[in-house]
């Protein structure tokens, strides 16, 4: 039979462990809430890190666009000036519960992570636009930890943010293929017009291009591009 002393002694060691360790999992939570308060940096989003340069005559005719650091046109516009209908299928299609999340989405996540374990590859990101903002901006890596990163950085700008100025950095630093970033540049390329007189049918074109820019290029393979742009103006049709 064994010592009272001992077994009281293994109960106390076992009991100090699961308290040590239940103390140690709170305390690095809080920490890890707190530093979702951490602001991100005003200047991370500023136009002139990511525009291209436009040299024009003195009669405003543009002589040459000098491509921006991330090698790409962009012209940098305000959220009022991009068509309510390029608004709606972006939202639908990447994220429509946008304005209720603050960052992130756990059901997304959930289902995103189950998808990717059945298939034994990732074939589902589950990203807010928030997440794939953070991810456009720090250039953050596909891996896990990158991932990790890239949620905490979501946390950070939402607390940072109001929704219309994330919107609107999206919306201008989305990648549109063929060396197109935004939709002012995305508009002008495609349909050689403004973001502002986008119809339905040209915005669920382009809403669809950001999630695959390579795979929906409208220039190499339009078929597949419309294929996509039915399934933005589906998801506009299934909600309302």
Not at 15 to 43: Q, R
């Amino acid at each position: 039979m064994k010592n009272p002393t001992h077994n009281l002694f293994l109960f106390l060691m076992r009991f100090t462990s699961a308290n040590l360790l239940l103390g140690a999992t709170l305390f690095s939570s809080f920490l890890f809430f707190l530093s979702t308060y951490w602001p991100v940096s005003a200047s991370r989003l500023s136009p002139s890190r990511f525009e291209s340069l436009f040299l024009v005559d003195r009669h405003g005719t543009l002589l040459r666009e000098v491509l921006s650091s991330t090698d790409g046109r962009s012209r940098w516009i305000a959220l009022e000036q991009v068509s309510p209908w390029m608004i709606a299928s972006l939202l639908h299609i990447e994220d429509r519960n946008f304005y209720q999340h603050r960052g992130l989405e756990a059901f997304a996540l959930l289902r995103a992570a189950l998808q990717n374990a059945g298939s034994g590859h990732i074939i589902s990101g589950g990203s807010t636009l928030t997440q794939q903002l953070a991810r456009q901006i720090y250039r953050l890596p596909p891996q896990p930890f990158g991932k990790a990163v890239e949620m905490w950085l979501a946390l950070r700008l939402e607390r940072s943010f109001s929704k219309s100025k994330i919107l609107e950095q999206y919306l201008n630093r989305a990648p549109f293929g063929n060396q197109c970033f935004g939709i002012a540049a995305a508009s002008r390329l495609y349909f050689g017009k403004p973001a502002a007189h986008l119809t339905l049918a040209e915005s669920a074109y382009l809403a669809g291009l950001p999630q695959a820019p390579s795979a929906y290029d409208p220039l190499l393979d339009p078929a597949r591009a419309r294929a996509r742009q039915r399934r933005v103006l589906h998801a506009l049709w299934r909600n309302g």
